[in-house]
């Protein structure tokens, strides 16, 4: 079974920092595009970045570009999020998700794995 499983979400103050972790299993670590996307109180979903095997790395949201960094460690089946100067609209619960192919994509129609989320609260 493919799992997707979300951590390192928290409460922290604006200009802080919080690296949250996707950790897969029930698939081949060598072949995927993985995409993290966010969605906050009474918004839409929006993709904020994803990294693929075949292409590399992927940003979607403009405002975050600088501030946030995707990686990955084949060896620990794990992608993660690095989310620096964090400001309080960056307030939302942070999602990872699994592309059908290994190609990213903005729409999250084209991902079909989806984690439970990760909390992710800023102050001001």
């Known amino acids: 079974e493919v799992q997707l499983v979300e951590s390192g979400g928290g409460l922290v103050q604006a200009g802080g920092s919080l690296r949250l972790s996707c950790a897969a299993s029930?698939?081949?670590?060598?072949?995927?595009?993985i995409g993290w996307f966010r969605q906050a109180p009474g918004k839409e979903r929006e993709a904020v970045s994803c990294i693929s095997s075949s292409e590399g790395i992927t940003l979607y949201t403009d405002s975050e570009k600088g501030r946030f960094t995707i990686s990955s460690d084949n060896a620990k089946n794990t992608v993660y999020l690095q989310l620096n100067s964090l400001k309080p609209e960056d307030t939302a619960v942070y999602y990872c998700?699994?592309?059908?192919?290994?190609?990213?994509?903005?729409?999250?129609?084209?991902?079909?794995?989806w984690g439970q989320g990760t909390q992710v609260t800023v102050s001001s």
């Open positions: 029930g698939f081949t670590f060598d072949d995927y595009a």
């Open positions: 998700a699994l592309a059908v192919i290994s190609l990213c994509y903005s729409d999250s129609y084209y991902y079909d794995t």
